[in-house]
């Protein structure tokens, strides 16, 4: 297991444009995304995107059925059931014209919270760690964590959708904390 360290907002390696990853996937690649996930569950959260380990790669990992707080407190399932899933190359290929509101948070603005409106659904394309393709359409809580993570990859954060005010708070809190 290898818990990497999560970079913190401001931070340069964040606002990347991440590359494309190659297939068949190297044995680094390979332990970044087993080091992804070690450290997400570490963290814990429900989502994290390479670059916020400092790798400019277009991976995330989410597992967005932990998220629930009853699983992961199962006394009786320590640490919870998991749902573990890669996403390398991640395209959306369709996004609804609904719109939905909900709450986000990010491992890279630590006890940050704020809504964040987005499509309500989005129809994906990504690849899996064997290069297979893939396409499913998502609602719901996945196609938030989906939208959240895949703009890591394009070094955007979801505090970039609220008013330049706001952020400039949140920044300013960062600095502070984490300096
Ligand atoms: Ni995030």
Redesign the pocket.
């Known amino acids: 297991m290898a818990v990497r360290e999560i970079l913190i907002h401001p931070d340069d390696r964040l606002r990347e444009i991440c590359k494309p990853v190659s297939f068949p996937l190297s044995d680094d690649v390979k332990q970044i995304i087993k080091d992804m996930a070690d450290t997400m569950y570490d963290a814990p959260g429900v989502?994290l995107?390479a670059p916020?380990i400092g790798v400019s790669l277009q991976i995330a990992v989410t597992d967005t059925v932990w998220r629930s707080s009853e699983v992961r407190h199962d006394p009786d399932n320590p640490g919870g059931s998991r749902e573990l899933k890669v996403w390398i190359n991640p395209e959306f290929l369709w996004k609804s014209d609904e719109m939905a509101t909900w709450e986000e948070g990010?491992?890279?603005v630590p006890e940050t919270f704020a809504d964040v409106t987005r499509p309500a659904a989005v129809r994906l394309r990504w690849f899996d760690m064997e290069g297979e393709a893939h396409e499913q359409d998502f609602d719901g809580f996945p196609a938030v964590a989906l939208q959240?993570?895949f703009d890591?990859l394009l070094g955007k954060?979801?505090i970039d959708y609220l008013s330049p005010l706001k952020r400039k708070m949140i920044t300013k809190k960062m600095k502070k904390l984490y300096k």
């Open positions: 989502g995107a916020q990010c491992l890279s959240h993570e890591h954060l979801f």
